[in-house]
């Protein structure tokens, strides 16, 4: 019976380690600017053939003199047929090829890795409000560890926002009454702007914030500050 358990938990880790070895972090930014490069590339040989046909009929069926009349030629029926159902299973299967891309993309989006900072985001007329896991609370500026997937739940206390963080290629709407995510992947310290991308009223604008992406070891130390500020201040309230 043991050596049975044992046989199986040996094929399990067999099966199980190159699976976590491949399990390396998809980064949604990545993933993204992948997707743009090839749409670019995509449209960029689609504008370059078809301007040169244009380009090359143009000069090649040029009028000659002033009275000159053109003879069009008339096509069969199966060589009108081809030529409409032909370009156009062409471009579908371009664009379903996109699609499928896209779709890939999305996924991203939508898979948040396991080993992530979760933070809560109430969203308000007009400003950005984060809650720590252990409680700790920020206004507009989120700190965030270098190398970690973040993963925001956010919701909104009044009417629709949008968080939009474009260096990390991310924006999700926040609304009231329910719950919606995004997921980014921050790896170089640095300070990232970030702005409501749905008009939310007056002072929409000015609902701008930052995200501020430390080195884990300062980001430990500032989240051990504040949580021990708000230990404190919870036991001088509480008595
Ligand atoms: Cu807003």
Redesign the pocket.
């Known amino acids: 019976m043991h050596r049975l358990r044992r046989a199986l938990a040996g094929g399990l880790a067999l099966v199980a380690l190159p699976l976590a070895a491949a399990a390396e972090i998809k980064n949604p930014a990545r993933a993204w600017d992948a997707l743009w490069r090839e749409y670019l590339i995509d449209v960029g040989i689609i504008f370059v053939v078809f301007a040169g046909i244009g380009a090359w009929f143009m000069w090649r069926y040029r009028r000659r003199s002033p009275d000159e009349q053109g003879t069009a030629p008339r096509l069969s029926r199966t060589a009108a047929v081809g030529w409409a159902v032909i370009p156009m299973f062409a471009f579908m299967a371009d664009d379903f090829y996109l699609a499928a891309k896209t779709w890939n993309v999305w996924n991203i989006y939508r898979d948040v890795p396991a080993d992530r900072l979760e933070i809560k985001l109430d969203?308000a007329?007009?400003r950005w409000d984060f809650t720590y896991p252990n409680g700790v609370k920020a206004t507009n500026e989120l700190r965030v560890p270098a190398g970690k997937p973040i993963m925001l739940r956010m919701t909104s206390i009044d009417?629709?926002?949008?968080f939009y963080l474009p260096d990390f290629r991310v924006k999700e709407d926040s609304m009231p009454g329910r719950v919606t995510y995004l997921w980014f992947y921050p790896r170089t310290p640095g300070e990232y702007v970030t702005t409501?991308?749905?008009?939310?009223?007056m002072m929409?604008s000015k609902?701008t914030g930052k995200v501020i992406v430390l080195p884990p070891e300062q980001f430990s130390a500032w989240y051990g500050d504040e949580s021990r500020k708000l230990a404190a201040g919870k036991t001088a309230s509480g008595g």
């Open positions: 969203s007329m007009w009417v629709v926002h949008s409501c991308a749905e008009f939310c009223g929409h609902m």
